[in-house]
């Protein structure tokens, strides 16, 4: 019943941009907090970037500059767009929704970005 589809992700070269979507749908979006994540072969999963409720958004230190994580609650839609990528960039990236109040956390499938020359 909750579903978080993302979208968006591809085969890029370096330099180049992609945003992602993820739309969310049995919730009330609003009110959950959004993270990102990615995970590349071999390695652990990483918080990419987080954005509240109200829109306050953090970053990993090495993404400042380059990524901007945002949210259209009227649409419960969230998006990560990715610029200037890097081949280090390559991962699957995974949206992440949590509201702590209602113990509840959802994650989407899961998108690649592939970043390579």
């Known amino acids: 019943q909750v579903q978080l589809v993302e979208s968006g992700g591809g085969l890029v070269q370096p330099g180049e941009s992609l945003k992602l979507s993820c739309a969310a749908s049995?919730?009330?979006?609003?009110?959950?907090?959004m993270a990102w994540y990615r995970q590349a072969p071999g390695k652990e999963r990483e918080l990419v970037a987080t954005?509240?409720?109200?829109?306050?958004?953090n970053y990993a230190d090495s993404l400042k500059g380059r990524f901007t994580v945002s949210r259209d609650n009227v649409n419960n839609t969230g998006t990560l767009q990715m610029n200037n990528l890097k081949t280090e960039d390559t991962a699957v990236y995974y949206c992440?929704?949590?509201?702590?109040?209602?113990?509840?956390?959802?994650w989407g499938q899961g998108i690649q970005v592939i970043v390579s020359s």
């Open positions: 049995g919730i009330i979006f609003s009110i959950y907090r």
């Open positions: 992440d929704v949590r509201n702590d109040e209602l113990r509840r956390d959802y």
């Open positions: 954005i509240s409720r109200d829109g306050d958004t």
